[in-house]
């Protein structure tokens, strides 16, 4: 994992910063919820899977062009792998790794451990800064964890001097107070990359 400044994203045309201790709580709270629900074991989350939906969620579509996004996952400096999705291990999976989709292009993915220098909701609204005012970063989407602390509304104030160009797509699993940005639901992307199908759930 890499213990580093914002200055080391990449400024890809496409943005995903994500909490990524969030996103595995929240796939573990779907996991034990639609087990009950359906009567079935649920696999881990497809990491590739997920990525993809949070792109088409955030609005990319296929358009004949091989694109480029940057998952930037922020994790605790404790944290050494994501429970609940496949691949998981930060330092062997994860970090520095890449992968191709046939309609979207390519997905490269890093992982940034905070350290006690600085808390993981400082250090995503300090990406976001930096992504926001970026002239090459034309899609962000953004994943903090809404339900702790006020990162969400920190993160609400400073998209208002968002460039009106950029396409930001907030992602939590409420609605939430709005914004100069899309909102969408954070479970959507996951139930799918889990295998979870919508005719098991009527």
């Not at 045309?13 to 909490?19: L, S």
């Not at 996103?23 to 990525?51: C, K, N, S, T």
């Not at 940034?112 to 400082?122: L, N, Q, R």
Request: aromatic letters at 8%; hydrophobic letters at 40%.
């Amino acid at each position: 994992m890499n213990l580093q400044d914002t200055n080391n994203v990449r400024m890809s045309e496409n943005v995903i910063i994500a909490d990524a201790d969030y996103i595995d709580y929240v796939a573990f709270q779907l996991a034990v919820q639609f087990e009950r629900m359906i009567g079935r074991a649920i696999p881990p989350a497809d990491f590739g899977q997920w990525a993809v939906n949070i792109t088409l969620d955030g609005g990319l579509r296929e358009d004949g062009k091989m694109h480029e996004t940057q998952v930037v996952l922020v994790c605790d400096g404790k944290s050494r792998r994501l429970d609940n999705f496949r691949p998981s291990d930060f330092e062997t999976e994860l970090n520095a790794r890449a992968f191709k989709d046939d309609h979207l292009g390519e997905f490269l993915v890093n992982s940034y451990a905070v350290g006690e220098m600085v808390s993981k909701d400082e250090y995503i609204l300090d990406v976001v800064k930096t992504m926001m005012d970026h002239k090459n970063v034309k899609r962000l989407m953004i994943i903090p964890n809404s339900e702790e602390g006020n990162i969400y509304d920190e993160i609400r104030h400073a998209l208002r001097k968002a460039p009106e160009d950029k396409h930001i797509t907030v992602f939590a699993m409420q609605p939430m107070t709005g914004g100069n940005f899309r909102q969408e639901i954070l479970g959507y992307s996951l139930m799918n990359a889990m295998g979870i199908r919508a005719e098991e759930i009527k």
